[in-house]
C-alpha cells in the first residue's frame, strides 16, 4: 500500500509517512486506495487481533509488516467497554474510549505511533519526537514512550495553563520523556515546535519528529476501533449503526468516514462540536472558513482550524455525507446533568457534545439504526467542571489515580528557540 499527499506528492510507503508526518508538499497523507472491510467473523476475536486484521492491507509491503500483531498488542491493551449509558434507551451505546493509561482516546493513537516509531527507530540515534500540546495529547506521548529505546519524546506545554491534574499528567514520565514548561501560551509552544521542524540543523541533529494528530498513524487504531464496535453492534442488534463524533481536529471524524468507505456497517455519520463554528458553517453553507478558536468546557475540541479537514476534503462527496451538531457551553451543562439524572451514566464535556447530538434527533432518524456515541475521555480528567452538574465528587479509575502518586520532573523554558535546542541536547544517561 502507498500513501499520497492530499496535495499530490508522489506516494510512499506507510514507515516513511508515519516517520514524516505531514508530506513534502504540506499536505497530509492518506491511503492511496481504501482496502475493503475484512470478514465480519473477526468480531468475535479480542480487539488488538481484529485490528491486526483489519489494518493489515495498510502495512502491505511496508518493513513493519510482520510487526504488526505485536503493535496492536501494545497499542490496545486496555478494555474499550461498549455500554447503554441509559437502559430506557438502548438504542444508544457509548464506546469508552477512556479506559486508558491517561483516561482518553488518545492513548491509542499515542500507543500505536510509538510502537511503530520504537520499531523502525535506531536506539543508537533514537528519533525526536515533539509534541506541543495544551492538553491530553501530551499525557498520553508521555506514557507511550516511556521506558523505550529507539525514541526521546520532549513535550512542551504552556506555564499556568493547565489544571493540577493535567500538569500532573505531563510531568510524571520517566526517561526517555522530558516535560518543557514554556513560559507562553499554546501558540507560543506550536510556534517552537514549528520552528524547530524548520530549522535544518536542529531537525537532523535530534532527528525531529512529530506525534501530531495529522499523522497518520494516529489515525489507523482510531479507524480500527470504530469499525471493530460496528461490527459487533450490528451483529448483536440486526441494525446498522450510526456514529457519533465528538469532534475538534477531525481524526475521529476521519476515521468513521473512512471506516464506512471501507464497508464497515456504518450509515449516517454526526460530527459533534462544542461552539467553535468552523463546521457547522461548513455544513450549512458548503464553504470551509477556518477561524480562530474560541475557548470551551469541552477544551480539547477548542479547534477553529481542524488539522484533519484536509483529508475529509480529499475523500468524494459520496464518502463524505455527514452530519454537524454545533453544542454550546450550556448545552453542554444541561446535558450532563440531564443524563446524570435520567440515568445516573456520567460524561465528559467533550461526550456529552456527542449525547446531546443524539437527543436532538428525530425519532424516526433515532430509531432507523443503532448509534454509538464515542466517549472520549474519563469524567475525572474534567472532574471540576462534572462535579458541581452532577452534585457528586467524580472519583478517579485506577490508572488516573496512579498518575497521582508519581513523581514530578520538568524544566521550565522561555518561549525561544535557542532554549528548546539546549533542552534537547541530550543529558548523561549516567544516573
Ligand atoms: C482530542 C480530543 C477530541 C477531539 O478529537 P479529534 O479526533 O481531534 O476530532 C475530543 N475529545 C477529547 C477528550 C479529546 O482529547
Redesign the pocket.
Known amino acids: 500500500m502507498r500513501f499520497v499527499s492530499t496535495r499530490g506528492a508522489a506516494g510512499v510507503g506507510l514507515s516513511q509517512a508515519i516517520r514524516a508526518g505531514a508530506a513534502p508538499d504540506g499536505g497530509l497523507y492518506v491511503p492511496e486506495e481504501v482496502p475493503a472491510a475484512g470478514p465480519a467473523g473477526l468480531a468475535d476475536a479480542p480487539l488488538a487481533d481484529f485490528a491486526a486484521a483489519m489494518l493489515a492491507p495498510f502495512f502491505a509491503g511496508d518493513p513493519l509488516a510482520d510487526d504488526l500483531p505485536a503493535i496492536c498488542a501494545e497499542a490496545f491493551d486496555f478494555p474499550v467497554p461498549l455500554v447503554t449509558p441509559d437502559p430506557k434507551r438502548p438504542g444508544l451505546k457509548a464506546l469508552e474510549l477512556f479506559h486508558g493509561p491517561t483516561g ?3 492513548d491509542f493513537g499515542a500507543r500505536f505511533l510509538m510502537a511503530c516509531f520504537d520499531r523502525f527507530g535506531d536506539p543508537a540515534r533514537p528519533l525526536g519526537v515533539l509534541v506541543a500540546t495544551s ?3 501530551g499525557g498520553a506521548v508521555g506514557c507511550a514512550a516511556e521506558g523505550r529505546a529507539a525514541v526521546r519524546a520532549t513535550i512542551l506545554y504552556p506555564a499556568g495553563r493547565v489544571s493540577p491534574f493535567q500538569e500532573a499528567q505531563l510531568t510524571c514520565w520517566g526517561a526517555p520523556v522530558q516535560a518543557l514548561e514554556v513560559d507562553g501560551d499554546f501558540d507560543d509552544c506550536q510556534r517552537l515546535v514549528k520552528a524547530a521542524f524548520a530549522d535544518p540543523a536542529l531537525a537532523d541533529a535530534h532527528n525531529l519528529t512529530s506525534a501530531n ?1 495529522i499523522n497518520i498513524g494516529r489515525l489507523l487504531p482510531q479507524i480500527a476501533y470504530l469499525a471493530y464496535a460496528s461490527v459487533r453492534i450490528a451483529r448483536a442488534s440486526g441494525n446498522e449503526i450510526g456514529l457519533i ?9 476521519f476515521a468513521a468516514l473512512y471506516a464506512r468507505a471501507m464497508g464497515f456497517p456504518i450509515r449516517p455519520v454526526i460530527l459533534a462540536t462544542n461552539a467553535n463554528r468552523t463546521l457547522v458553517d461548513w455544513k450549512t453553507t458548503g464553504v470551509y472558513a477556518p477561524r480562530a478558536s474560541v475557548a470551551t468546557i ?1 477544551n ?2 477548542d ?1 477553529g482550524a ?1 488539522s484533519n479537514f484536509e483529508r475529509l476534503a480529499a475523500l468524494p462527496p459520496e464518502r463524505r455525507k455527514l452530519g454537524v451538531e454545533r453544542v454550546t457551553d450550556d448545552q453542554i451543562r444541561d446535558r450532563i446533568r440531564a443524563e446524570y439524572a435520567a440515568s445516573g451514566y456520567v460524561w ?1 464535556p ?1 461526550s456529552a457534545t456527542a449525547a446531546e447530538a443524539y437527543a436532538r434527533l428525530s425519532d424516526r432518524v433515532r430509531d432507523e439504526v443503532i448509534w454509538i456515541a464515542a466517549a ?2 474519563h469524567p475525572f480528567k474534567f472532574a471540576e467542571t462534572v462535579a458541581p452538574l452532577i452534585g457528586e465528587t467524580v472519583t478517579a479509575p485506577p490508572a488516573l489515580a496512579a498518575i497521582q502518586g508519581r513523581a514530578l520532573a520538568k524544566r521550565s523554558i522561555p518561549a525561544r528557540l535557542d532554549r528548546l535546542a539546549d533542552a534537547l541536547r541530550p543529558v548523561s544517561t549516567a544516573s
Do not use: E, Q, W
Request: with cysteine.
Open positions: 482518553a482516546f488518545k492538553g491530553d495529547t494528530s463524533v465528538p469532534s475538534g481536529n477531525l481524526g475521529h471524524g469541552a480539547a475540541m479547534v481542524p465528559c467533550h472520549t475521555a
